[in-house]
């Protein structure tokens, strides 16, 4: 039986402005329809795709394929005219699923299913476009036709080993949501409440405790929060050397999701790659030429204060933490594996990461409003980017939160 399907309280829009940046650097996974459907329609006898691989595995998320990319990133279907193959040769229904639902995304909660934007589309990184609600009926007859699941999915882990009911995921939920949208506080203080609550909510002993008292913990750790983070404003102290250095290498991962990277499998190019992870562990010298969107750079200018950004400019970047939040996207889709307070500080390390990038994007100019929607892209695809999701990636925030360097990181970068 489906859950009833519901839009978020957050008013977000979208309209497809036929920018074609979904078919160039997005990951696509295929669900075993897809994939059925795509061996049915012959591609390896097309004279075009002879020896071509158009699948290929997807690790970390449910999905085990995904479409295959050329080496410049852009999707196997993608024609020279900018078309799609799949489509101009067989129809529109011949696509992949998510080809035609993107970038609305439904994401099976403990009793409803919200259906909310990717913003890895420009388009509703700005929120261009119709609301969300006028999507709805589309999106119902893919559930009906058993296209797209509505049905109730188990709660992600509440900690490591330990599970609880939906009841209480829907708390942490709720309660996480709440403190990244209390307008009482700036963005970059509801990010470091948040990230506070996860450390202490990790290191609170928990196991074995009745609903009800947990319930009670939530609550009162929800309210100290504030109080428990002014430290990281009141000393105000840099990140240390081997943060920042983690820190930069998962910032590089997501500069090569900017919609204007283009792969270069070159071996100077992998040889120049090498040399900047080199110089990233020496904490200076130039970056790598990933893509025309970052100029040429060195890693210790991206390090000085950005100053008062124009809230336009800041915006996308926060919308994303508050959709993504609102409907629970960040720990229920492609995260397998990580427990719900492992999957909030993947989603509020964005935070950080998106200012870096802007730094980089914008360096000997002013940001602008399209600085940020690009970086926008890049940070939601890294929802389901395989690097930015696996283990390696859990474990070093992991590292990190422990140490209170994710915290210092989102003040110093917030500059
Ligand atoms: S990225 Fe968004 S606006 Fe651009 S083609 Fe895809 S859906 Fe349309």
């Known amino acids: 039986m489906p859950l009833p399907i519901v839009i978020l309280p957050t008013a977000e829009k ?3 402005h036929q920018c074609g940046i979904c078919c160039r650097g997005s990951l696509v996974p295929l669900s075993n329809e897809d994939v059925a459907r795509l061996n049915e329609q012959k591609w390896a006898e097309h004279a075009d795709y002879v020896g071509t691989k158009i699948m290929v595995p997807n690790p970390s998320t449910k999905n085990r394929f995904r479409l295959a990319q ?6 196997v279907f ?3 005219d900018g078309l799609c193959r799949i489509h101009a040769e067989l129809g529109y229904e011949a696509k992949p699923t998510i080809c035609r639902v993107f970038p609305l995304q439904l994401i099976p909660r403990g009793s409803d299913v919200a259906l909310t934007i990717r913003r890895a589309c420009p388009s509703s990184a700005a929120d261009k476009g119709r609301l969300v609600k006028e999507h709805l009926p589309f999106i119902k007859d893919f559930v009906r036709e058993g296209k797209l699941s509505a049905d109730a999915v188990a709660p992600p882990l509440f900690k490591a080993g330990e599970t609880r009911d939906w009841k209480t995921a829907s708390l942490v939920f709720k309660t996480l949501s709440s ?6 506080y700036p963005p970059v203080r509801r990010i470091v409440h948040a990230l506070q609550f996860t450390s202490l909510l990790e290191k609170a002993k928990t196991r074995g405790m009745d609903e009800r008292k947990l319930a009670e913990l939530i609550t009162t750790l929800a309210q100290v929060v504030p109080e428990e983070s002014k430290q990281f404003f009141s000393e105000r102290r840099p990140p240390s050397l081997y943060a920042r250095l983690v820190f930069h290498s998962i910032g590089i991962e997501y500069a090569r999701l900017h919609p204007k990277y283009r792969a270069l499998p070159t071996w100077s190019h992998r040889l120049q790659l090498a040399k900047a992870t080199f110089r990233l562990v020496r904490g200076r010298g130039p970056l790598p030429d990933v893509s025309p969107a970052f100029p040429k750079a060195r890693l ?3 390090e000085h204060p950005l100053g008062q950004l124009a809230p336009e400019i800041d915006h996308p970047l926060a919308r994303l933490i508050e959709a993504s939040s609102e409907s629970n996207l960040y720990a229920l889709a492609d995260r397998r594996g990580w427990t719900i307070l492992e999957s909030i500080r993947g989603l509020v390390a964005t935070f950080p990461v998106g ?3 802007l730094r980089w994007a914008s360096q000997g100019r002013e940001p602008t409003v399209d600085d940020m929607l690009q970086i926008v892209v890049a940070l939601d695809r890294g929802q389901g980017f395989a690097a930015l999701t696996g283990k390696l990636h859990r474990s070093r925030l992991r590292m990190m939160a422990a140490q209170g360097e994710l915290e210092r990181l989102v003040v110093w970068y917030a500059r």
């Open 14 to 16: 979208w309209d497809c």
């Open 70 to 75: 050329r080496k410049d990133g852009s999707c």
């Open 78 to 80: 993608l024609k020279a």
């Open 179 to 184: 403190l990244l949208q209390d307008l009482r």
């Open 300 to 302: 210790e200018d991206l």
């Open 355 to 357: 200012l870096w990038l």
